[in-house]
């Protein structure tokens, strides 16, 4: 078992790993091309696009997709993010010949049909305001557009209700042109296959994708300004997110992030949830989270209470930060953590549609895949020394954020962010 990196004729790049112990294949479709690569005029148009690949082909109907993959038993999907685009689909060996011919068919074929983009239009708007009524969800978009204000990073995949409303056909075609080219496109394989079959079956439908048209420019130096955010929102709790920046996906600082995320906010375990949840009974949800990028990241705290709770629980979350420091992480601890990251791994690898998207991403941001010895020794590596440098330049509250969504009024978080911060 390893992983096999090959690169097509035209560009395409090819990642591959044989599991030979299941009897399931997990393919995905990666394209460098997300919300990022947006104006503010096109906004969400990705989003459109990924939404039109399955309304239907010049050989398949939107229904006929549907049925021909729920007759194999398999699942195909797809998702836009910030910096790429994926669609994937997971099938038994036997029926991969199918699952091929299905993704390579949309990826290619599809109609863009005025009727559907019509139709598909509604559905989105229908998805914003779906969006806007998940408050746990809408906190992140507005610490998102807080913090990077200026830059296609804060703007929401989704897109606008204006920008939803302006794109007809040309626009979405006219985007893939432009960004769906060979040499921003990663296929990835795992689980069971001959790898011989596999690349002739793969280069049998996807070498027809020639050399051109011309990418959107990718973004670097993203600038974070601190910001609080507060949308409000006639609710019966508010959701909280602080923010910090974080780290590049490709930086080694990640491993040490991952650590220290654990101890704080990552589990039950964690000393936020101990503390707000446990200790007080202040939220039913506390948790940490750190996102990275190509070029930058963010950690995150998420608190969802009452509004008469939200200062003490800001109060808290703040507690928390300063007391990693006075409080310090003790060798045990990070022991303990260490095993638990390793061993939630080394479980997830069981999964070929977690492998598939493993090395996709690995591929995508590092140009190589991690060996799972490779990563499981960077965790091992992390020392207390890594931890603290690490604590110093996460933790600065001159560069906190803070969003809040809900009946916010009235509630002081710049008080309670400065008294936090002395």
């Known amino acids: 078992m ?58 398949r109907t939107a229904k006929e997709i549907a049925e021909e993959m729920d007759e194999i038993g398999g699942q195909i999907n797809a998702y836009t993010s910030k910096e790429h685009t994926c669609v994937y689909a997971r099938v038994l060996d036997s029926h991969f010949d199918v699952a091929l011919d299905v993704m390579a068919d949309i990826f290619f ?9 019509e139709r598909e239009r509604n559905v989105i708007l229908e998805e914003i305001s779906m969006y806007e009524d998940t408050p746990e969800d809408l906190v992140y978009d507005v610490l998102y557009q807080g913090i990077w204000k200026n830059d296609p990073l804060g703007s929401p995949i989704i897109g606008t209700a204006e920008t939803i409303n302006s794109f007809d056909r040309d626009v979405l075609i006219n985007h893939v042109k432009r960004n769906f080219t060979p040499g921003e496109t990663l296929l990835a394989a795992a689980g069971s296959f001959d790898s011989d079959e596999i690349i002739k079956k793969i280069e049998k439908y996807f070498l027809k994708m020639e050399r051109s048209g011309e990418a959107s420019a990718k973004k670097t130096g993203t600038l974070y300004t601190p910001c609080i955010s507060v949308r409000e929102k006639d609710i019966e709790q508010v959701h909280l997110c ?73 109060n808290l979350i703040i507690g928390g930060i300063n007391g990693l420091f006075t409080n310090r992480i003790t060798d045990r601890q990070l022991g303990k953590t260490k095993e638990q990251l390793i061993s939630g791994y080394l479980l997830s690898l069981e999964s070929t549609a977690n492998r598939m998207n493993a ?7 590092l140009g190589r895949v991690l060996s799972a010895d490779e990563l499981i020794k960077k965790v091992e590596s992390v020392g207390m020394e890594g931890i603290y440098d690490v604590l110093g330049k996460i933790f600065d509250m001159k560069k906190i954020s803070l969003s809040a969504v809900g009946c916010a009024a009235g509630l002081d978080f710049e008080g309670a962010i400065g008294r936090g911060a002395v």
Request: charged share 20%; aromatic share 12%; hydrophobic share 35%.
């Open 359 to 365: 090395i996709a991403k690995s591929q995508l941001t």
């Open 2 to 59: 390893g992983v096999e990196i090959i690169k097509l004729a035209n560009g395409i790049t090819v990642v591959l790993e044989k599991m030979p112990y299941v009897r399931s294949v997990s393919f995905g479709l990666w394209v460098r091309c997300g919300s990022r690569n947006e104006c503010e005029t096109e906004s969400g148009v990705t989003h459109f696009t990924e939404h039109m690949l399955f309304k239907g082909t010049s050989r």
């Open 109 to 117: 074929d599809s109609r863009f049909d005025e009727t559907d983009v």
């Open 242 to 314: 602080v923010g910090f920046p974080g780290f590049p996906l490709d930086s080694d600082h990640v491993y040490e992030l991952s650590v220290i995320n654990a101890i704080f906010g990552g589990g039950m375990s964690s000393r936020l949830f101990q503390s707000i949840r446990e200790e007080k009974g202040l939220a039913y949800a506390v948790y940490s989270y750190s996102v990275g990028f190509s070029d930058t990241g963010l950690f995150t705290v998420y608190a969802a209470c009452g509004p008469n709770q939200a200062e003490e629980v800001l």
